[in-house]
């Protein structure tokens, strides 16, 4: 067996190897749209394959010396382009650069290049190898990218203004009507009390006090519904609520809470459960009653099939404790602090079940303003349980 070949056959091999090597290299450059150039740093002059001349938007027959190509470069793009080969030169590292040119059709287009430097044996820069490629559709879309999210966030920005504006608007406007509604309120009052001392007709006298206590019952009403709406608004701009505090019996205030409450179902057996006659602790007792009355309604409304719900009032050593159990759809696990956040509700509910998601939020920051607490328990499809303390 020989185990050295000819001279000849060697280098036949050698040269065989050395042209599928090159058409390897030509094939990888061709499917990635590059082009390829060979600048002499002495001369400066420039060779570039068919492939680099497509990507000026050049016929293959056509010139680039490198003056031709500096010329296409746009004028901005040439000081950066020109320092990083600079910088490529000083270093010996290779260099990236991105610029745009003006192809002979007037049409503006983004070259990416990349390029090395060699040298000679003494360490004079001799020649720079490179690629260029056509990136004009990357660079399209990138700024097609932009404009969008500067769109979006244009349109986030104006949305939350005008958010703002409506909560500031809501503030004010219903600031405003507070004022005459407790005028009528007083007025319709002072008049029921006038009305002991005028000698009437009785018939007259039960017209005029139906009228009056209706005027007064509607006012109250709609006090009530601004005080709701004016603490919506200020939960909406992130301010506290101004609370009124005084002692008040936790005791009265559940169970009138239930008796508003219980006409409005025949499905649901409520109970009250507390072993105190009275628990009387220091509160914003319209607030509270707030806070009952929306644990009240949402175990109602989130158990459509009915079913015992059970308010119940009990002491810990310094809290006292109030809470609500339904056995309706409860809440789904991972979900249990989600719900107390504003507009958000439950998965399980949000198809189903009228709501904005709002209640439960107020409701708390209510509670947490009175330095106590507020939790829930729940399995999905058991029932919940709502618990709020506060502090005695
Ligand atoms: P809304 O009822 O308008 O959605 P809330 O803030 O009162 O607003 O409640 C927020 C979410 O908490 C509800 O959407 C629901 O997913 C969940 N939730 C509240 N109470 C209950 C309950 N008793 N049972 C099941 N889910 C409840």
Redesign the pocket.
Known sequence: MKLHLPIEARLRNAESALRKAQERHRLALRAGGLGSWELDLSTMMLETSEGCKVNFGLAPHDELPYSRLMEMMLPEDRPAMQASVKRAVETGEGYQAEYRIRRPNGQITWIAAYGRPFFTADGTPEIMLGTTQDITDRKHAEAERERLLAEARAARDEAERAVHMRDVFLTLTVHDLRTPVTAIRGRAQLLQRRLVQMQLPADDRQRIEEGLDWLEASTTQMEVILAELQDVALLEIGRPLELKFAPANLVALARSSIEQIRPQTDKHHICFDTPHEQLYTTVDANRIDRVID??LS??I???PEGGRVTVSLAMEPEWAVLS?S?E????PAG?HEL??QRY???????NS???????????RQIVEQHKGSMH?E?QEGK??T?TVRLPV
Do not use: M, Q
């Open positions: 929306n644990l949402n175990a409304k989130y158990s609500v339904d309706g759809v409860g809440i979900e719900i107390f958000r509700r439950g998965t399980n509910v949000t079940f009228e709501g904005i998601g709002i209640g439960l939020a107020g409701a829930v729940s029932g919940s709502f």
